[in-house]
T-cell receptor, first 110, second 117 residues
């Protein structure tokens, strides 16, 4: 059974810092892993999909890495901005569903 | 670009009433997923459909049922509503099935906020 955990649970940083969010999964037999952003009370926005054959995937200031052998993925946010404040969730596929981590709640203050 | 459309966006029901949530997937997407998210919790998988057939089932109460129609839209029917059913309900869609290989990416709708009073 796939289990996904994320650390830290919450993070508060000043604007401009580079951040690393961590995601761990127990079943390494995954085809890909997705990172999402969720604003309070809003929907889930897909940020990055990283395939099992890739080691990294980049979109703007975001970079995700995937290490299947160790069951880990990281989301790197460069030069953080107040607009980045949100909850970030990673999700791993398991049969025909996504299993979500508990999320990292990020606050970037000016 | 077209996204996943959910309706209604907000719904208020009384205990023991029935609710129907609708989901319209991205055009050409053949797989639909339903999730429930309580306050401060991560999304919990309820059920999924691929090509109009149920493909996976999670912690969906027996009071809930769902189906995917010929035009690929899906409906989640919730009966005998309880206070604990109050949550955000998300629908997601993908082209192909997650966990079956390939570059399948799931896209989520904005959700339906159900409040049971």
């Amino acid at each position: 059974k796939q289990e996904v955990t994320q650390i830290p649970a919450a993070l508060s940083v000043p604007e401009g810092e580079n951040l690393v969010l961590n995601c761990s999964f127990t079943d390494s037999a995954i085809y890909n892993l997705q990172w999402f952003r969720q604003d309070p009370g809003k929907g889930l926005t897909s940020l990055l999909l990283i395939q099992s054959s890739q080691r990294e995937q980049t979109s703007g200031r975001l970079n995700a890495s995937l290490d299947k052998s160790s069951g880990r993925s990281t989301l790197y946010i460069a030069a953080s901005q107040p607009g980045d404040s949100a909850t970030y969730l990673c999700a791993a596929p398991n049969t025909d569903k996504l299993i979500f981590g508990t999320g990292t709640r990020l606050q970037v203050f000016p | 670009a077209a996204g996943v459309i959910q309706s209604p966006r907000h719904l208020i029901k009384e205990k023991r009433e029935t609710a129907t949530l609708k989901c319209y997937p991205i055009p050409r997407h053949d797989t639909v997923y339903w999730y429930q998210q309580g306050p401060g919790q991560d999304p919990q998988f309820l059920i999924s459909f691929y090509e109009k057939m149920q493909s996976d089932k999670g912690s969906i109460p027996d009071r809930f049922s769902a189906q995917q129609f010929s035009d690929y839209h899906s409906e989640l029917n919730m009966s005998s509503l309880e206070l604990g059913d109050s949550a955000l309900y998300f629908c997601a869609s993908s082209l192909g099935q997650l966990g079956r290989g390939g570059g399948t990416e799931a896209f989520f709708g904005q959700g339906t906020r159900l409040t049971v009073v």
